[in-house]
């Protein structure tokens, strides 16, 4: 079989966090290019032409299936008002908005059928997963547990999440039955930590973990 050619679309070291427009050759992604090494929303087409600076500071940015609408985890200019965002890159001015008022949200995946979106938060001393309705309401908690969940991330379906987690005591992959909350582990990871990619920039800026991560479902 012939090899995958990687072709580089984003061209700074500090690009990351990639999503893929669902209906066109357009990607969504974050980076701290910038010297005070603040997080921002920027956009490109597929072969890196027509970069666009969406003049937001954010991260984890995720495109809603109309592949128009993207949600992210960011603050206000104030820096007071942290949560999770929703912006249209077909608006002029993005239209962006808050719909869920919690600073430790992170990482949200919108449902195949653009009605949920999931994330994952930080309550007392650990990760959990959340669903919350695209317009910030019936926001609920999907687990509970002591350990660490996170980096949700839908089926093609919309029934399932798959999702990281230390449960047991070791890190693993794993899916979760939105509606009956069914677990099942996929695979371990070995008695290992799960951490980024020792490499620069993190190193050299600030530490990356494991809720700067992504996962996908692919088709």
């Not at 992210?72 to 820096?79: E, L, M, P, S, V």
């Not at 980096?151 to 509606?179: K, T, Y």
Request: hydrophobic share 35%.
């Amino acid at each position: 079989d012939a090899a995958i050619e990687p072709e580089i679309v984003a061209k700074f070291w500090e690009d990351g966090q990639p999503d893929w427009s669902p209906i066109e050759n357009r990607i969504i992604f974050a980076s701290q290019r910038e010297s005070d090494r603040r997080w921002r929303l920027y956009s490109a087409w597929g072969d890196g032409s027509l970069e666009e600076n969406l003049q937001r500071e954010g991260k984890m940015p995720t495109f809603a299936p109309d592949g128009r609408r993207f949600a992210f985890q960011g603050c206000d200019n104030t820096g007071n008002k942290c949560g999770l965002w929703t912006g249209h890159l077909y608006n002029n001015e993005y239209g962006f908005r808050l719909f869920l008022e919690n600073r430790t949200a992170t990482s949200p995946d919108w449902s195949p059928n653009s009605e949920k979106i999931a994330y994952m938060a930080k309550f007392a001393d650990s990760w959990n997963l959340y669903l919350v309705n695209s317009d910030g309401s019936n926001n609920r908690l999907l687990t509970d547990t002591s350990s660490n969940d996170g980096l949700p991330a839908w089926s093609p379906n919309g029934e399932w999440l798959a999702f990281v987690s230390d449960r047991g005591g070791s890190w693993g992959l794993w899916i979760i039955h939105v509606q009956s909350k069914e677990l099942h582990q996929v695979t371990g990871f070995g008695s290992g930590s799960l951490t980024a990619p020792n490499r620069l920039p993190y190193n050299q800026h600030q530490e990356h973990l494991w809720w700067d991560e992504q996962i996908s479902w692919g088709p």
